[in-house]
């Protein structure tokens, strides 16, 4: 059974910092490409950061230079470290794994407040 499990969300002023993890079991994530993706509310869900299955990465112009998107293959996770957070990247973020057929976490709220 595959399964993914966000972390690392919560509150945090403008111009601060988090991490987000997806622990992964079931699947190998080396093997496929995951990403994060992010819904506001009202909104189409986006995505933020992805690793293809090459190992290349690919950021959304809004986040590019502040998030970094890497994963541990030892521990099967998959992380995204956040900084200069803006009120505008508040959202539901999820993570995602893609071998065949698309794979969801269950999602973790960030809340960037002015």
């Known amino acids: 059974q595959v399964q993914l499990v966000e972390s690392g969300g919560g509150l945090v002023q403008a111009g601060g910092s988090l991490r987000l993890s997806c622990a992964a079991s079931?699947?190998?994530?080396?093997?496929?490409?995951v990403g994060w993706y992010r819904q506001a509310p009202g909104e189409q869900r986006e995505l933020v950061a992805g690793?293809?299955?090459?190992?290349?990465?690919n950021y959304a112009d809004s986040v590019k230079g502040r998030f970094t998107i890497s994963r541990n293959n030892a521990k099967n996770t998959v992380y995204l470290e956040m900084n200069s957070l803006k009120p505008e990247d508040t959202a539901v973020y999820y993570c995602?794994?893609?071998?065949?057929?698309?794979?969801w976490g269950q999602g973790t709220q960030v809340t960037v407040s002015s």
């Open positions: 690793i293809a299955i090459g190992g290349a990465t």
């Open positions: 995602n794994y893609q071998l065949g057929r698309n794979y």
């Open positions: 079931g699947i190998n994530i080396r093997i496929g490409a």
